[in-house]
């Protein structure tokens, strides 16, 4: 069994174990972060609200492999400001994603505009926040009227790994997020 101690790191490892759970107490992931995950599962980074900041960017995040991680934060997400995204010329749905993440906020997340030129920004999901999700990315009308500033690819073997993380309550400390109450009133 895991410690509380063995989950948290100050700074991100290059790699992780299948089905490993980590707390990053950090406020930032950095632009062009490569990782890999051993064989074809999930890891899960755990990134919790850090005093008043509030903010956690995440730009061109890759992976090495089928292996993938997921990011469960307390914190308003923007995503691409450091990403230019793919021109319309060498733009394919088949293309590996620049966020190849998935995310789930209590706060809000932000699609923003990438250093310039930038174009459409592709990321895998789902991505779920409470908040809203907004797209503030515009690449201009000539490269919108062609593509989506914003583009998701669903892979949802994320959503098989949150599942299995709730079924046998494996990570205590995101059991408040599997926590729900439900009541019926009878007619």
Request: charged content about 15%; overall charge negative.
């Amino acid at each position: 069994m895991k410690t509380k101690d063995n989950f948290r790191v100050s700074t991100l490892p290059p790699s992780f174990s299948d089905k490993d759970v980590k707390v990053l107490e950090t406020s930032s992931i950095p632009n062009n972060y490569n990782y890999t995950v051993s064989g074809n599962g999930i890891a899960v980074l755990v990134v919790p609200a850090n005093g008043s900041d509030r903010r956690l960017n995440i730009s061109n995040v890759t992976a090495n492999g089928t292996g993938r991680l997921m990011i469960i934060t307390d914190r308003d997400v923007v995503i691409g400001e450091s990403s230019r995204g793919s021109d319309p010329i060498s733009f394919e749905i088949i293309n590996p994603a620049h966020i190849q993440v998935s995310i789930i906020t209590s706060g809000n997340i932000t699609v923003a505009n990438g250093p310039s030129p930038f174009y459409t920004l592709v990321a895998e999901g789902p991505l779920v926040a409470s908040g809203n999700l907004t797209i503030s990315r515009d690449p201009g009308h000539l490269v919108n009227e062609l593509l989506p500033a914003f583009f998701v690819k669903y892979n949802p073997a994320y959503v098989l790994r949150l599942n299995n993380i709730a079924a046998d309550g494996s990570v205590p400390v995101l059991k408040p997020l599997f926590t729900f109450d439900f009541s019926q009133e009878e007619k």
